[in-house]
């Protein structure tokens, strides 16, 4: 999983409610956590905004009763981001190699090799799509994870550009930079790259689903578990009952065998009948756990498992046309009184695009087997360390 992940929280919440206003072309008045809204007549929203006053809060119960609480879970929120996910507005970004600081892998940073001097020569543009995508992975009783989630999809060949959706959130959080007003984009392209983008975001998520679906598994076979056991208690319980209430039952009859004044036959025919129907009761309650037991609990099992049945959205609730520029990083490296130059594919905002490998024997450079140099050569400080 990237980095490019947001929990909804209340700077989160701020970001995207601002982008949101601005691309209903909304103009927001800030007194501190409080803004005053005003919408132009055509702007393409239900939701009332207009003249509204929205506060940004961490909690929604934190907010005064004349103001619309952007906070985390807060009922207006989630209107707003189902909003944004039927709308998903469009907006636009240009980022240059003047605009954004150097990406450098680290292969490079995690070496002895300094870089000297650096220079990028761009030779075109490429376009990707940043989609923000809110997510929401709960069961009804007890688990909820919300996180907003940037996905970038290269226009060109449909690849995911991790590095790049990382640095968009990057950038917006600095509040480095201003969207433009949507690019022109043909839908269908959009729709194939928002596509390419959510079964990325499906994959990135597996892990993570999985392993909350297992908990919640577990949790629902502890309760079908502990369920089992108060069923079968309870099943004793009554059997010790019904013996007893059988046991009183035949001593009512007997009293009325036995019994020389007519009122006192009379009393005991009246309570073997409240004992006959007590009994009846708990053997229908007794009958009804047996059944229970030797089908294994249908009913209640079905209630649990939805109880805790897992449910995962995944909604586009905003997308940004980036124009990236691609061409070639040049690099002065040095290590000690030895320095090299190396020319590598680069793409601003994303870094490096081709895998480095050690010149000596090939394998490739990463994080554990950084890059040095040895003989003018660069190579893997693990794999050809002298």
Not at 64 to 88: H, N, Q, V, Y
Not at 264 to 292: H, N, P, Y
Not at 305 to 327: D, F, I, K, M, N
Request: charged content about 35%; overall charge negative; hydrophobic content about 35%.
């Amino acid at each position: 999983m990237t980095d490019a992940t947001l929990p909804v929280t209340e700077r989160a919440v701020e970001r995207f409610a601002e982008a949101y206003l601005i691309s209903l072309e909304a103009d927001i008045t800030k007194e501190g956590r409080r803004w005053t809204v005003d919408l132009p007549e055509d702007a393409p929203t239900d939701l009332e905004l207009d003249g509204a006053v929205l506060e940004i809060a961490g909690n929604p119960d934190n907010v005064g009763e004349d103001a619309l609480a952007i906070a985390p879970e807060s009922p207006f929120l989630e209107r707003m981001l189902d909003e944004a996910a039927d709308r998903t507005p469009v907006g636009s970004l240009s980022l240059t190699g003047d605009q954004v600081e150097t990406r450098v892998p680290a292969w490079l940073t995690e070496g002895p090799v300094g870089i000297v001097e650096e220079s990028f020569t761009p030779y075109y543009d490429r376009r990707a799509v940043c989609a923000l995508f809110h997510v929401g992975i709960e069961t009804v009783s007890e688990y909820q994870r919300e996180e907003l989630h940037a996905v970038a999809i290269d226009l060109n060949d449909h690849e995911e550009r991790p590095r790049l959706a990382e640095t968009y959130l990057e950038l917006t959080d600095d509040e480095q930079l201003e969207l433009d007003e949507g690019r022109a984009i043909d839908q269908q392209e959009l729709t194939d790259a928002l596509n390419v983008a959510q079964t990325a975001l499906e994959n990135d998520l597996s892990s993570t689903i999985r392993k909350t679906r297992e908990r919640a598994t577990r949790t629902a076979e502890v309760e079908l578990d502990e369920y089992r056991q108060y069923v079968r208690q309870r099943r004793d319980e009554l059997t010790d009952e019904i013996d007893n209430l059988t046991s009183r039952i035949e001593e009512a009859t007997e009293t009325i065998d036995t019994a020389s004044e007519q009122e006192e036959r009379v009393e005991a025919l009246r309570k073997r009948k409240e004992l006959q129907a007590e009994l009846d009761d708990l053997r229908t309650e007794f009958d009804d756990l047996t059944t229970q037991i030797e089908t294994d609990f249908p009913e209640k099992r079905r209630e649990i498992w939805e109880r805790h049945a897992l449910t995962v959205r995944l909604q586009p609730v905003a997308a940004t046309v980036v124009s990236y520029e691609r061409g070639d990083l040049d690099l002065t490296l040095r290590v000690g009184e030895t320095t090299v130059s190396r020319s590598y594919g680069y793409a601003v905002g994303t870094g490096i695009m081709e895998e480095a490998t050690c010149e000596r024997c090939g394998k490739q450079l990463t994080a554990e087997n950084p890059l040095t140099i040895d003989a003018r050569r660069t190579v893997g400080a693990v794999c050809c360390d002298d």
